[in-house]
């Protein structure tokens, strides 16, 4: 059985349980960090220095951490050839679409915008910072907007790996108090997403215990 540490609320978290909900795997998952603690003891650390969640084991596996690492690992081990595909080529497709939502979006969106505007103060935030970000992450956003015109999934016409780095958080965007450009494909892409009940069990997920004041 799966193993995995890490509070419901975190994203990177939500990553890897989607993907664990998708795959229909069974699993134990332990609430750790954040208000619950534990990762920085001596234990967890021996299973990431990093002191960060998640982690995953799989029966006596080594412990594996950081979420797009886990995903790709449970997609090659447990998923379908649509999901996750053997052809290199087939799944590079695929990949340069998880890692762009990875390494642009979620950079783009978590720090810059989700922060200052949920967890941080009123009096704090620098509400020209935001609006910057918030034109950068629209210019991403277009990006799918203009792929989901071509196909009902980022990278094709079945869910794969590049929907569960992506989707887990368009949750957090759709729900936070912004301003919000119309962009219909991707509006229509969440709603799918919201009707999918591992999506709805372990993305959709009230975060307001990750507040500061």
């Not at 690492?69 to 449970?74: E, F, N, Q, S």
Request: charged share 20%.
């Amino acid at each position: 059985m799966l193993k995995v540490w890490g509070r419901k609320t975190s994203s990177n978290v939500q990553v890897v349980m989607w993907c664990i909900g998708e795959l229909g795997l069974p699993y134990q998952r332990i609430d750790i960090g954040h208000k619950y603690g534990g990762n920085h003891t001596p234990e967890f650390l021996a299973m990431n220095p990093n002191g960060l969640v998640p982690v995953l084991c799989d029966d006596s596996s080594p412990p594996l951490f950081e979420s797009a690492a886990i995903v790709r690992y449970l997609a090659g081990r447990y998923g379908d050839d649509a999901f996750w595909p053997q052809s290199a080529l087939a799944r590079a497709a695929i990949d340069v679409w998880a890692e762009w939502a990875k390494s642009s979006v979620y950079v783009s969106f978590i720090r810059p915008i989700f922060w200052p505007v949920f967890m941080g103060a009123p009096e704090d935030r620098d509400e020209q910072a935001i609006a910057a970000a918030l034109d950068n992450l629209t210019n991403l956003l277009k990006i799918a907007d203009h792929q989901l015109t071509q196909h009902d999934y980022l990278a094709g016409d079945r869910l794969t790996v590049a929907d569960i780095m992506f989707g887990t958080l368009l949750y957090r965007y759709y729900t936070l108090e912004i301003a919000r450009p119309a962009l219909p494909a991707l509006e229509k892409y969440y709603q799918r997403l919201t009707q999918r009940p591992a999506y709805q069990e372990h993305v959709m997920v009230p975060y307001a215990e990750l507040r500061n004041w």
